[in-house]
């Protein structure tokens, strides 16, 4: 979960996206980035963001969810899961 009110919000994301690229020995673990906290972002701050994640260009799922419901929260895990299932 990336909390969009961090300033390293972006950073973080970059982080996770990108953690075994350089190595192919790595085993690639299922993952689904989910970002909360986008409803404490003004306007233009959430539309920075999402283009600074449309620019990223990650090829994992990502997902934007308010983690206090257990829906969204099942949703993200039910992604997992699948994953996992491959």
């Not at 009110?5 to 020995?25: F, V």
């Not at 990223?56 to 997992?80: E, F, T």
Request: aromatic share 4%; proline share 2%; glycine share 4%.
């Amino acid at each position: 979960m990336i909390d969009a009110t961090d300033r390293c919000a972006i950073d973080d994301i970059h982080y996770y996206t990108s953690a075994g690229e350089n190595t192919s020995k790595r085993i690639q673990l299922p993952t689904v980035i989910a970002i909360v906290k986008g409803d404490l972002l003004s306007l233009e701050g959430l539309s920075q963001f999402k283009e600074n994640v449309s620019k990223a260009n990650i090829s994992l799922p990502v997902l934007w969810i308010d983690a206090r419901s257990k829906d969204a929260v099942l949703s993200v895990l039910n992604i997992l899961l699948k994953q996992i299932g491959r």
